[in-house]
């Protein structure tokens, strides 16, 4: 069974509620299908009525809990919450109901509230525009300073990491994270590991460096980050910095980084900067013919996942599946 089978498998047993806040998208439709069909989750989706009853198909009409956010019951509601929790931020009554008919805003509500457990959305929205009201109201994890991107990655006839399974990080969102904020992505990176595989992350803090084999201030910024997420986390398996090699490859991590927890046996990947992590989840996924899932949020205290524009409806379907186990 593959790692994003063995998801779906734990969405399907938690029975979890998704809200799709564009719900009457096309792809986002046919993807609702497979879901309510494969009994990933429960579906709250979003958006203008008329055009839900026109485009949707039976059985996702029957299948899901639509609320069009113009008209809904408990549109003034959550206005009133949300009021209440921007209020110190400047935000007016009159804002917040202006807010709340945003798909997005009125989507993060639901979740903050607690009914419904995640939201995925990014199909017709950029990136900022489905975090923004996450980061808002949701806020990031207790313990965690940012959210971050990563990609679950599976590697075919593999031996390394968990059976080929990784954890690549941070690929989408920081392009340059301090000492600090990369603490924190491999803390936070390990957490999605556990959850999402439910095996023991082994976090390699990555650089060109091994164990002060070159000496520069980029591999100073790893040095320090190690030594901040050991502080954060000191019962997570983790160890920097290390070149790939000295991360994958036992025999070379024996020479390189003797002793080392982590060498040769690394299945969660913490690259320096988004430069060198979006490289390498688009090398190992076509050279090596690697299944590449994401990019998943991390970080945020309830689930809020972002697709890309040119996603799939598959796409969105794996994006719930990962939301409902994150909220697990």
Same mark, same amino acid.
Do not use: W
């Given at each position: ?143 965690? =300073? *940012? &959210? ?7 590697? $075919?006839? #593999?031996?390394? @990491? ?84 000295? =991360? *994958? &490859? ?7 980084? $003797?002793? #080392?927890?982590? @060498? ?65």
């Amino acid at each position: 069974m593959s790692v994003l089978e063995s998801i779906k498998e734990k969405a399907k047993a938690s029975k979890r509620c998704i809200v799709l806040a564009e719900g009457t998208e096309k792809r986002t439709l046919k993807a609702a299908e497979s879901i309510l069909k494969e009994g990933i989750a429960e579906l709250i989706m979003l958006g203008d009525e008329d055009e839900f009853k026109k485009s949707a198909p039976s059985s996702v009409l029957d299948g899901v809990t639509f609320r069009d956010p113009s008209n809904s019951p408990d549109t003034e509601r959550l206005a009133q919450e949300l009021y209440e929790l921007r209020k110190n931020k400047g935000v007016t009554i009159e804002k917040a109901r202006q807010l709340v008919l945003d798909p997005l805003y009125y989507g993060v509500m639901l979740v903050k509230m607690g009914q419904a457990d995640g939201m995925v959305a990014g199909a017709i929205h950029s990136t900022p525009d489905v975090l923004r009201p996450a980061l808002q109201i949701i806020k990031t994890a207790p313990g965690i =300073a *940012l &959210v971050s991107g990563c990609f679950l990655m599976e590697v $075919p006839n #593999s031996s390394y @990491g968990h059976d080929g399974v990784f954890i690549f990080a941070d690929c989408g969102v920081n392009p340059n994270p301090n000492a600090e904020e990369l603490a924190h992505i491999a803390v936070t990176s390990a957490n999605t590991f556990k959850n999402l595989v439910g095996a023991e992350p082994r976090v390699a803090m990555l650089s060109f460096s091994t164990k002060g084999s070159a000496q520069h201030e980029l591999v100073d910024k790893v040095v320090q980050a190690t030594q901040i997420a050991k502080q954060l986390a000191p019962d997570i398996a983790l160890d920097g910095e290390l070149q790939v090699d000295a =991360a *994958l &490859v036992e025999s070379v991590a024996e020479l390189k980084a $003797p002793g #080392s927890p982590v @060498g040769g046996k690394a299945n969660v990947l913490i690259f320096p900067d988004l430069q060198a992590g979006n490289i390498g989840y688009k090398l190992v996924e076509r050279l090596a013919g690697a299944t590449a899932v994401g990019p998943i949020c991390q970080g945020i205290a309830k689930p809020v996942n972002d697709l890309s524009r040119g996603c799939k409806p598959e796409d969105i379907v794996d994006a719930v599946a990962i939301t409902a186990v994150q909220s697990m």
